[in-house]
């Protein structure tokens, strides 16, 4: 009889899934059907051209380690890193640090020195339970979203709790937030790519169509991930960045577009990352993930500096280095940025700049923090 009663429920819980599905507003499974079987047909966004004629497509610019943060540098219990899954920088150049294993965050003055941590597994105001990621607001808070608890929670610099939010389950992102204490999280509504809140968390506006989720400018991906791509908007697939005087970037990885908004909202540039390397490159490396059924996104990780120039991280599929694409605002080509002595450093990812030109990454297993800067 329970047996009975397990296989009712499972056919019940599949045909809502599927009833949804049909019914999602967002889902236009004919739509997809289409661009599946013609590529020609999928809707590219047009952009107007950026005058490339004085660009030096080859320069290089080289990031050399110059120290690290790893282990004993407090008193504390957990003077180590188990699991770094997210760090950034304040206005003040201190370094914040999420650790998913420890359930901490930890804070760096701008001169590596150990200033306090916080946080243990559990559901009330300061501790955790699920992966973590952490952005420091314009307003001059601490943001950090749990996805084991499914919600956002703020802390002031000085690590006094604030306020939280309950995010819908299943949901991991990132907030970023302006000045005035708006957040800014990517739309759960499957027809937006980024929805705007108050300060409460009370929905304000939306922005962008979701066919920036739908252009491949060079390949279409295999169906699932086309359908999964046309529900709604994934973490994996866009980043979102603002800059300290309230200019919003969101970065794609399908189209490989950044679209850059005012202070008040308003789209004021939007352009295609168009580097020759890249675009050969990633065309490799797409092939070699479908032909093992899957799909691959292009930017591990973006940042921005102080003048708001655009870093794009991306592993370079045929040199198996990681490399750094550093674009002006208005979508001018500015250099490439690798790490000199890769292989030795075993590095993983770079995440952040601060003001006086230190970058800050990790090493393939999350546990330290690499420190960088450029030389000629």
Same mark, same amino acid.
């Given at each position: 009889?329970?047996?009975?009663?397990?296989?009712?429920?499972?056919?019940?819980?599949?045909?809502?899934?599927?009833?949804?599905?049909?019914? $999602?507003?967002?889902?236009?499974?004919?739509?997809?059907?289409?661009?599946?079987?013609?590529?020609?047909?999928?809707?590219?966004? !047009?952009?107007?051209?950026?005058?490339?004629?004085?660009?030096?497509?080859?320069?290089?610019?080289?990031?050399?380690?110059?120290?690290?943060?790893?282990?004993?540098?407090?008193?504390?219990?957990?003077?180590?890193?188990?699991?770094?899954?997210?760090?950034?920088?304040?206005?003040?150049?201190?370094?914040?640090?999420?650790?998913?294993?420890?359930?901490?965050?930890?804070?760096?003055?701008?001169?590596?020195?150990?200033?306090?941590?916080?946080?243990?597994?559990?559901?009330?105001?300061?501790?955790?339970?699920? @992966?973590?990621?952490?952005?420091?607001?314009?307003?001059?808070?601490?943001?950090?979203?749990?996805?084991?608890?499914f919600r956002l929670i703020s802390f002031t610099k000085n690590a006094e709790f604030i306020n939280q939010f309950n995010l819908p389950r299943g949901k991991y992102d990132d907030a970023v937030v302006n000045s005035n204490g708006d957040i800014f999280l990517l739309s759960e509504s499957g027809l937006k790519i980024i929805d705007h809140f108050d300060p409460e968390l009370k929905y304000r506006s939306s922005l962008l169509d979701m066919k920036y989720c739908l252009d491949f400018p060079?390949?279409?991906?295999?169906?699932? $991930?086309?359908?999964?791509?046309?529900?709604?908007?994934?973490?994996?697939?866009?980043?979102?960045?603002?800059?300290?005087?309230?200019?919003?970037?969101?970065?794609?990885?399908?189209?490989?577009?950044?679209?850059?908004?005012?202070?008040?909202?308003?789209?004021?540039?939007?352009?295609?990352?168009?580097?020759?390397?890249?675009?050969?490159?990633?065309?490799?490396?797409?092939?070699?993930?479908?032909?093992?059924?899957?799909?691959?996104?292009?930017?591990?990780?973006?940042?921005?500096?102080?003048?708001?120039? &655009?870093?794009?991280?991306?592993?370079?599929?045929?040199?198996?280095?990681?490399?750094?694409?550093?674009?002006?605002?208005?979508?001018?080509?500015?250099?490439?940025?690798?790490?000199?002595?890769?292989?030795?450093?075993?590095?993983?990812? &770079?995440?952040?700049?601060?003001?006086?030109?230190?970058?800050?990454?990790? !090493? @393939?297993? $999350?546990?330290?923090?690499?420190?960088?800067?450029? &030389?000629?």
């Amino acid at each position: 009889m329970k047996t009975r009663n397990l296989i009712f429920i499972y056919i019940f819980i599949i045909v809502c899934i599927i009833t949804g599905c049909k019914n $999602s507003p967002s889902l236009n499974s004919e739509y997809i059907d289409d661009i599946y079987k013609n590529p020609d047909l999928f809707e590219k966004i !047009n952009l107007p051209p950026i005058d490339h004629s004085d660009t030096d497509w080859n320069k290089i610019t080289y990031l050399i380690k110059t120290g690290e943060i790893s282990e004993g540098f407090s008193s504390e219990e957990d003077n180590f890193f188990a699991k770094i899954t997210d760090l950034c920088v304040d206005q003040e150049d201190n370094l914040y640090i999420a650790d998913s294993i420890l359930r901490k965050i930890f804070k760096f003055d701008a001169f590596g020195n150990f200033v306090y941590s916080f946080g243990q597994t559990g559901q009330g105001p300061g501790e955790f339970s699920g @992966r973590l990621r952490i952005n420091v607001g314009n307003d001059n808070n601490l943001y950090i979203t749990d996805d084991g608890n499914f919600r956002l929670i703020s802390f002031t610099k000085n690590a006094e709790f604030i306020n939280q939010f309950n995010l819908p389950r299943g949901k991991y992102d990132d907030a970023v937030v302006n000045s005035n204490g708006d957040i800014f999280l990517l739309s759960e509504s499957g027809l937006k790519i980024i929805d705007h809140f108050d300060p409460e968390l009370k929905y304000r506006s939306s922005l962008l169509d979701m066919k920036y989720c739908l252009d491949f400018p060079y390949k279409v991906p295999p169906r699932l $991930s086309l359908f999964r791509f046309s529900m709604k908007p994934s973490f994996m697939e866009i980043h979102k960045l603002i800059s300290r005087d309230d200019y919003l970037f969101i970065i794609f990885n399908n189209s490989q577009i950044v679209t850059h908004f005012n202070e008040n909202l308003e789209l004021i540039n939007q352009f295609r990352i168009d580097h020759p390397r890249f675009i050969e490159d990633y065309k490799k490396s797409i092939d070699y993930a479908k032909k093992k059924g899957g799909w691959m996104n292009c930017f591990g990780s973006v940042f921005l500096d102080e003048i708001k120039n &655009v870093y794009l991280c991306y592993f370079n599929f045929e040199l198996r280095i990681p490399e750094i694409y550093r674009y002006s605002p208005d979508g001018k080509f500015i250099d490439t940025l690798r790490i000199k002595n890769f292989y030795e450093l075993s590095n993983h990812i &770079v995440k952040a700049k601060d003001k006086r030109g230190n970058y800050y990454g990790t !090493n @393939r297993i $999350s546990s330290k923090i690499i420190i960088y800067r450029e &030389v000629e």
